[in-house]
């Protein structure tokens, strides 16, 4: 299996531009996650989805951020528009129901100049 | 409220030497702990798990943790540390219901010296 992909791996775009990140969760499962990460909060949870549907979006920080998940195998998190304090690293992660270990996609580093 | 302290931001060790990382929790009901680690550029890599059983786990590349319950802690060992050890790693807790979101503590990071 490829695991879980996400992209692009490195975004670099101008404050007040939308934003769109791609995640393919690994195939069967059916918990998706999208976590931000940080130096200064560490990773934090932002949305996740069970077969497809969002279930916890507490942690999206503000209505610019929003997150879809049409199929089992693709998500996508948009910010619109985007500002410099969203550049972080944002993280997809899968499960699979019934087991809690959560498999992490590579990362896409987003800098908001 | 639910929460992992990894007290621990930075530790070096020299190569060679043993390496325990701390982590402590607070969680409402018995946990599922996990570790991970994160090489620089990379996503999370799972290095062991604990559900249930015996409370001393063994995981990938050498490691190990204990989880006991008195202390509320999961903490990390490994008995020599590699140069390729160097890296951050995530203590992280979970309810082990399908489909429920991990919380992670703020990372350690280790550095190896030779």
């Known amino acids: 299996d490829a695991g879980v992909i996400q992209s692009p791996r490195h975004e670099v775009t101008e404050m007040g531009q939308e934003v769109t990140l791609r995640c393919k969760p690994i195939?069967?499962?059916?918990?998706l996650f999208w976590y931000r990460q940080t130096m200064m909060r560490g990773l934090e949870l932002l949305i996740y989805?069970?077969?497809?549907?969002?279930?916890?979006d507490s942690g999206m920080p503000e209505d610019r951020f929003s997150a879809k998940m049409p199929n089992a195998s693709f998500s996508t998190l948009k910010i619109q528009p985007s500002e410099p304090r969203d550049s972080a690293v944002y993280f997809c992660?899968?499960?699979?129901?019934?087991?809690?270990?959560?498999?992490f996609g590579q990362g896409t580093r987003l800098t908001v100049v | 409220a639910q929460s992992v302290t990894q007290p621990d931001i930075h530790i070096t060790v020299s190569e060679g030497a043993s390496l325990e990382l701390r982590c402590n929790y607070s969680?409402?009901?018995?946990?599922?702990l996990f570790w991970y680690v994160q090489s620089p550029g990379q996503g999370l890599q799972l290095l062991l798990k604990?559900?249930?059983?015996?409370?001393l786990v063994q995981g990938i590349k050498g490691f190990e943790a204990e989880f006991k319950r008195s202390q509320s802690s999961f903490n990390l060992r490994k008995p020599s540390v590699h140069w390729s050890d160097a890296a951050e790693y995530f203590c992280?807790?979970?309810?082990?219901?399908?489909?429920?979101?991990?919380?992670f503590g703020k990372g350690t990071t280790l550095s190896v010296s030779s």
């Open positions: 992660a899968s499960t699979v129901g019934g087991n809690t270990e959560a498999f």
């Open positions: 195939s069967g499962h059916n918990s």
């Open positions: 992280a807790v979970g309810p082990g219901q399908a489909g429920t979101a991990l919380i």
């Open positions: 604990y559900f249930s059983g015996d409370t």
């Open positions: 969680y409402g009901a018995t946990p599922y």
């Open positions: 989805f069970n077969n497809n549907v969002p279930i916890d």
